[in-house]
């Protein structure tokens, strides 16, 4: 019996004193934390996941106090998180437009011209290091789903040897601007109309030998657009969405018709 | 003295070692094993954390346990005062060297549940090391520890960029490389010591 007594006596005292002994310590060595600091770690979740990149609540919290990190960069609380921090700081609320993912090519089964019948590591950037993509074109879509793989979300399936992004599903995330060996993937804001799909460097003669739907870099997008938002620049033609008026007559008079409206979302 | 206490570091960190031949702390030996950056931070948590615990770990046994003849409290006790050690070291370095605890960042926390921790005091206890020998042991053990995750991470970043069947993809391969690697240190069982 004594035994026991003995055991649970000692036990309990051990618990005891190490419970005091981590509340002097926690007393003594309290670092002073900003009170804007631990607002804003209120309104975080405290799940600790790491979806901002930070090594948790505690660590984002003080990334947004030292404006390192915007008041919405807690991806699991969204907006309305964001709301209260932003209210803490008295700063106004960054409405973020949405954006998407956006593949920058056109040229799909029926419009680019084949180069060979690829059997090797089915892997984008292999393909282009063994010099024998499946497409002539040098800058266009390998359609070996590379990006595919990246995206966490399921976004990108690869219809008709060209990647194609759901944007209901894209996060915005930017794994396949990051994966796209060629560089085709580019965020776009979710209201862009029209948008370029083509990425080729070549001249339009070239162009027209590879690629049905490639951009010529005839420059009558550039002529026709009154907002002055086009700019063709490397042999391919660009849209800057911040000045695009959606008029729409750039789509019109495109002899590739490389510049098309895009589906609303 | 110092030839044996050689011999406690060769012994816990290459042919014991905690991970590949005693199996213990394989959850963070796996999690954490992504980058070579993030393992070598946990390494030196891992290192930090286990010479203190084996340390106090062995003044306890010696000066509570043995005494009360509560040898077969040694789980619970250790339990305990490793998790209360993390603690108070945490909230140590925080107020006293706060670019250690930057570095070490959420890995210390994540330390007290690693049953490296206490697997080691245990073996102490078990090999009936002294208070130098603990420590020691402690040391060795966590080297061991941080010689395997940095090997793993080294592998596992080649791994990235390799093309693995897809059935082996991601878990597998892991488990899979572990297991060579695991194999290949059985031969420091060889090492006549």
Redesign the interface.
């Known amino acids: 019996m004594s035994h026991i007594i003995?055991?649970t006596a000692?036990?309990a005292v051990?618990?005891l004193l190490?419970g005091v002994?981590?509340v002097t310590?926690?007393k003594k060595?309290?670092?002073e934390v900003d009170e804007k600091e631990a607002a804003v770690r209120a309104c975080l979740p405290g799940n600790?996941c790491g979806g901002c990149g930070y090594?948790?609540c505690d660590?984002l919290a003080s990334a947004i106090i030292h404006q390192e990190a915007p008041v919405n960069g807690c991806p699991v609380g969204g907006d309305p998180v964001a709301e209260k921090i932003s209210t803490i700081l008295g700063l106004e609320m960054e409405h973020t437009e949405k954006v998407a993912a956006f593949v920058k090519c056109s040229g799909d089964c029926e419009n680019a011209a084949a180069r060979c019948h690829y059997v090797g590591?089915h892997?984008c950037a292999?393909a282009i290091s063994s010099g024998l993509s499946p497409w002539t074109c040098d800058f266009g879509c390998i359609g070996f789903g590379t990006c595919a793989a990246a995206c966490p979300f399921g976004a990108i399936t690869v219809d008709q040897g060209v990647a194609r992004v759901d944007r209901d599903k894209c996060k915005a995330c930017g794994q396949c601007v990051a994966a796209c060996p060629r560089h085709l993937i580019e965020l776009v804001p979710d209201s862009a109309t029209y948008a370029v799909r083509c990425s080729s460097h070549d001249r339009g003669a070239a162009v027209k030998k590879v690629c049905s739907a490639g951009c010529l870099a005839c420059k009558l997008c550039e002529k026709q657009c009154e907002a002055g938002a086009i700019t063709v620049e490397n042999n391919v033609a660009h849209i800057d969405y911040d000045k695009c008026t959606k008029c729409g007559k750039c789509a019109e008079k495109c002899p590739a018709k490389v510049i098309k409206k895009r589906n609303p979302a | 003295m110092s030839t044996s206490l050689i011999l406690i570091i060769i012994t816990t960190a290459l042919v014991n070692n905690v991970v590949l031949s005693q199996f213990l702390g394989i959850c963070s030996f796996l999690g954490v094993s992504k980058q070579i950056k993030t393992s070598i931070s946990l390494g030196v948590a891992v290192i930090f954390v286990i010479t203190i615990a084996s340390g106090v770990a062995n003044l306890l046994y010696d000066f509570?346990?043995a005494p009360?003849h509560?040898e077969y409290?040694e789980t619970?006790?250790f339990i305990?005062?490793i998790a209360?050690l993390v603690?108070?070291v945490e909230?140590?370095l925080?107020?006293?060297s706060p670019a250690i605890y930057k570095a070490l960042?959420?890995y210390l926390p994540l330390i007290t549940t690693n049953c490296a921790v206490l697997g080691v005091a245990l073996t102490n206890v078990q090999n009936e090391y002294n208070f130098i020998q603990s420590i020691v042991a402690g040391l060795g053990t966590a080297i061991g520890y941080t010689i395997a995750i940095v090997l793993l991470a080294g592998i596992r970043e080649r791994i990235d960029e390799a093309?693995v069947p897809l059935p082996f993809r991601g878990a597998p391969v892991v488990l899979l490389t572990a297991a060579l690697m695991s194999i290949a240190f059985m031969g420091f069982s060889g090492l006549s010591l």
Request: glycine letters at 8%.
């Open positions: 003995i055991a000692a036990v051990i618990g190490i002994l981590l310590v926690d060595f309290k670092v600790n090594a948790g660590a590591i892997d292999s | 509570l346990l009360l509560l409290l619970i006790v305990l005062v209360c603690q108070i909230m140590f925080k107020k006293s960042g959420i093309s």
